[in-house]
Structures are given as C-alpha cells and as structure tokens.
C-alpha cells in the first residue's frame, strides 16, 4: 500500500479571503500606573502604559455588533448573505445563551444563519475565522461572520490586572475574487499545555506564571509559524508585517525576534502597550492595524496563541480592493486615539470588582 503524506496546511477547495474587517475599542482607559498605586506603591518602568476598559453598558454582544458593522460597511454586502455568525470569546455575557444569535439579531442577519460561540481561550477568535474559512471554502456558503472579542478579567491585584482589557475584531470571509486579503493557508498546533484555566463559577482565571512562556506560548506561537513558512516555501523577509499574539509586551517581540523578523516587520500589529491584551480579539485587532495601512500586494503572517494551548497561523495577501475599502469605517487607530482616562475606583465598577449582596 503506497502511504500518502496530508500537508499540515488547512486549504479551503476554492479560494477565499477577508471580504470586511472592522475593530473596536472601548473608550475608557486604565493606566498601568494606576493599577501599580494601589497593589505596589510604585509604577518605574511599567511596559504597559494603559489598558482599553468596557464601560458599564458594555459587553462581549455590544463591542462585536459594533466591530462587526465595520466590517459590513467595508464588504459592502447584504447581511442577508451571511451564513454563519461565530463569536469567539472567553467573557460571553451569559452562561447559557448564544452572543451570536444577539449579533445576528442586530445586524439583520437572521433567520438564515448559522450562529455559535466558540471559546479556546484567547485564540477563541481566530478558530472562527479558521471555520468560517472553511465554511465559505467548501461553497456551503457565500459569506461567513467571525468575531474575537473580550472584556477579559483579571484578579485583583494579580499581573493580569496590568493587561487583561477589552476589545476585539470582526472578520468576514468571503469569495477571493471579492476579497480585501486572500487566505493562501492556516495552519493549527495544538497541545494539552495547562497554562491558564478557570474553572466553573470562578470569577478569574488562575496562570501558571513563568510556565506560561516557554512551554506554552513560545512553544505554540513559533511551531505554528514556522511549520507555515516551511510548508509555503517561504522566509520571513517575503512577508511585509507579521502579527503575533499579544498578552504582554514582550512576548510577541520576542518571539518575532526568534522567528527571524524585523522590528519594522511586527511594530504595526503591536498594540499591547496601548490598550492591553484584548484576549480572544489579541491578534485580530493587530491584524486590522495592519490591513488600515497594507499596500496591494504585501504579505501578512498572523498567529494567534490560546492558553490550554494553541496556536493558529494565517498567511494572507492583500490585494487591490483594500485601498477603496478601509476608508467606508473608523480605522483601529481611531479607537486608540479616543481616549478617557478613569481611576481605579472607576474602573472597580465598571468592572463589578465591588460585589455588595
């Protein structure tokens, strides 16, 4: 019997791509500064300068509506074309009921949809995209909605504190031939690494501190890419911009750095320092940073990275469309740039961090 060798690439059987993209974050901020005041008395050289915070009539539903009609105004399609909605998340606003069917419902998408949560830690967002990629690549249908979006938690006082923020990404996948990027592969590596958990009807997740790096993320995040450079005959100099996940600072550079990239390859998707860890929206909200400023023609490397663990990678290529489409909704700087400053106690609310029963 002649055995047959499967490529580890995920290819759909015709070609798709991003038909719209859309981001959102929230207005209000946290300084690390503020964060560093209460639980240590000191803030010297805090590699966070602030996190993006959900006000108080926000959640996971709400953010993704609204990233979601950014990427409906840049595809400009009928909503009624939409055959899946798929929110990935790891703070859907209830236990038992889909946040999906409520962003159908809001974008005139129903009743002729698929809609389901997805949830794997951090990379919640980017396995919807891998589905949703598949599902308009097998010609089941014509477009499919996949959402990232977090109001991520963190224990008080813990270091998560520091970066676990809100926000997220939208991503519709369409026909290439009417797409912003083409997909040109993905790729998943997947182990059973106990990094970061939470179990039932706890309120915060628990990590396992250093052992989140090596075996975990920098593990997941380098095999994935480089499993993909290698399959696609690639280097990292073919690419224009690369987009790694981001709970901190430095691990993306790093692992960037390992890969063989160039600070001016990864600086664009980079915004951990800015608005913090978006968790399930981390790596797509970077990947829209990139696409508000990608030319015709640039390559684009993302990988994501879920604790428990996991890592999905994404080649794509942009094409001619984005240059009349990034303009028709408010660009991912945008959201940045707006900006409210609130204190602790502030932020203690907004969060329900005070629980008085």
């Not at 290819?11 to 639980?39: D, F, K, M, S, T």
């Not at 052992?211 to 100099?237: D, S």
């Amino acid at each position: 019997m002649t055995e047959v060798k499967d490529s580890v690439l995920l290819r759909p059987n015709r070609p798709v791509g991003i038909a719209g993209y859309g981001a959102y974050v929230p207005i209000y901020r946290l300084p690390a500064r503020e964060v560093a005041r209460v639980w240590s008395g000191r803030d010297a050289e805090l590699p966070i300068k602030e996190k993006a915070v959900a006000g108080l009539d926000e959640d996971t539903a709400s953010m993704s509506i609204e990233a979601a009609r950014n990427a409906l105004a840049r595809a400009q399609i009928d909503p009624k074309r939409i055959r899946a909605v798929w929110v990935g998340s790891e703070s859907h606003p209830y236990a038992v009921k889909p946040t999906s069917t409520i962003v159908a419902e809001a974008l005139d998408i129903v009743p002729l949809t698929q809609a389901a949560d997805w949830e794997f830690a951090c990379k919640a967002g980017t396995e919807a995209m891998q589905a949703a990629i598949a599902f308009v690549g097998s010609g089941m249908a014509p477009y499919a909605l996949s959402i990232g979006m977090d109001t991520a938690q963190g224990r008080p006082g813990d270091a998560l504190e520091y970066t676990a923020a809100a926000g997220g990404a939208a991503i519709l996948i369409g026909p290439a031939e009417e797409s912003l990027a083409v997909v040109e592969a993905s790729v998943s590596y997947v182990t059973d690494t106990p990094d970061f958990w939470r179990r039932a009807h706890a309120h915060y997740p628990s990590h396992g501190q250093r052992f989140t790096g090596e075996p975990a993320y920098f593990h997941h995040v380098t095999n994935a890419a480089q499993i993909m450079l290698e399959e696609l005959g690639r280097k990292p100099a073919d690419y224009r911009y690369v987009v790694l996940h981001q709970p901190n600072v430095k691990f993306p550079q790093r692992a960037a750095k390992l890969l063989g990239f160039k600070p001016e390859q990864y600086q664009a998707g980079l915004l951990v320092g800015r608005i913090g860890n978006t968790y399930a929206g981390s790596s797509l909200v970077g990947m829209t940073a990139v696409l508000d400023e990608a030319r015709p023609g640039d390559r684009v490397l993302v990988v994501s990275f879920g604790s428990g663990a996991g890592s999905d990678a994404f080649s794509l290529e942009v094409t001619e469309r984005i240059e009349a489409a990034r303009n028709r909704a408010p660009q991912t700087l945008d959201y940045i740039a707006r900006r409210v400053e609130i204190d602790y106690a502030t932020y203690a609310r907004m969060r329900g961090k005070l629980l008085m029963k």
